[in-house]
């Protein structure tokens, strides 16, 4: 199934990067200019175009969809906050 995005969409990316070398760094960038209502944890401050990106957890109501980008064991610290 092709799940089809719209603006109206809300996605929280964890292990978003300002390095373009890194996939979330691509993906961040890409659901950023599709107009995506956007969240981001990075594991470091940076920026993305315009897009800040911080390493606190955003204060979220709903969220449509969360893609995550670190390897399992630096999940396990997110999983809380994930099920919240």
């Known amino acids: ?3 089809r995005m ?5 996605i929280l990316v964890i292990g978003a990067s ?4 890194r996939s979330s ?6 659901l950023h ?3 995506v209502s956007l969240y981001t944890i990075a ?3 940076g920026k993305i175009d315009d897009l800040e990106l ?5 204060s979220i109501h709903s969220v449509d969809t969360i893609s ?6 630096r999940q396990k610290k997110y999983y809380d906050y994930i099920l919240s």
């Open 1 to 3: 199934m092709i799940h």
């Open 6 to 10: 719209n603006e109206h969409e809300s």
């Open 18 to 21: 300002a390095n373009p070398n």
């Open 25 to 30: 760094y691509f993906a961040t960038k890409y």
């Open 33 to 35: 200019n599709k107009g």
């Open 43 to 45: 594991n470091k401050n």
């Open 54 to 58: 911080s390493d606190q957890y955003a």
């Open 68 to 73: 995550i980008y670190l390897n399992p064991d």
